[in-house]
């Protein structure tokens, strides 16, 4: 359990050269607004009812689409078992390199590509299924078509029993979970900067 401790506090620590989350978060948004999608990461207390339901004893693979800066990361790394794998997928190269530099816990993995594309990324890493799925992509915003193959995608490869968390500012993103999901817990979070919609898609 120390490595996995000292793993972390090495997580933490920015590279030589590497700008902060807030200048490299800002960044990004300038770049692809779009697939950003806020101009301010997300608060501690989002992350914290996000993450709430999540059964960390039993996680062996959870994945991230859109983890911008390592917002999420770096509290889903503290949470998960020594023995566990998060695989982060983004479209946006300059923050997979950048959390290819801050965050050294081997139990992570960056990918560059699409979360469409998640069956194929997890087959690549040696799992069969992910035990969760988080995402703050902002699916109203996707080009056409991709919203929807993004959370067949993610129902296919979750194990039973697993969810797909999602958070997100428009209401709308229920649309494009509800098909592929029965049972969808929601939520709001209003101290966040905008308010925030939660929404917990299980796969029963």
């Known amino acids: 359990m120390a490595s996995s401790t000292n793993a972390i506090r090495r997580s933490r620590r920015n590279a030589a050269g590497v700008p902060s989350p807030w200048q490299m978060f800002f960044s990004g948004f300038l770049k692809h607004p779009v697939m950003v999608g806020s101009i301010i990461p997300s608060s501690d207390r989002l992350i914290a009812k996000m993450l709430g339901p999540v059964d960390w004893a039993n996680t062996k693979l959870f994945v991230e689409y859109g983890p911008g800066v390592g917002t999420f990361c770096r509290p889903i790394l503290e949470k998960m078992a020594p023995?566990?794998?998060?695989?982060?997928?983004?479209?946006?190269?300059?923050?997979?390199r950048y959390?290819?530099?801050?965050?050294t816990d081997p139990r992570f993995v960056a990918v560059h590509g699409s979360a469409a594309d998640v069956e194929r990324i997890v087959a690549e890493h040696g799992h069969e299924a992910a035990d969760y799925v988080l995402s703050g992509l902002p699916f109203s915003t996707l080009p056409d078509g991709v919203?929807?193959?993004i959370a067949?995608?993610?129902?296919?490869v979750?194990?039973?029993?697993?969810?797909?968390?999602?958070?997100?500012?428009?209401?709308?993103?229920?649309?494009f979970?509800?098909?592929?999901f029965e049972r969808i817990d929601h939520d709001m979070e209003w101290w966040n900067v905008p308010p925030a919609q939660l929404y917990w898609g299980w796969k029963d």
């Open 83 to 96: 023995d566990a794998m998060l695989i982060a997928i983004d479209t946006n190269p300059d923050f997979i």
């Open 152 to 156: 067949a995608a993610t129902q296919r």
């Open 99 to 103: 959390l290819d530099h801050t965050i």
């Open 177 to 180: 979970i509800a098909p592929h």
């Open 158 to 175: 979750l194990r039973p029993g697993g969810a797909f968390l999602v958070y997100q500012f428009s209401p709308r993103v229920r649309d």
């Open 147 to 149: 919203g929807p193959q």
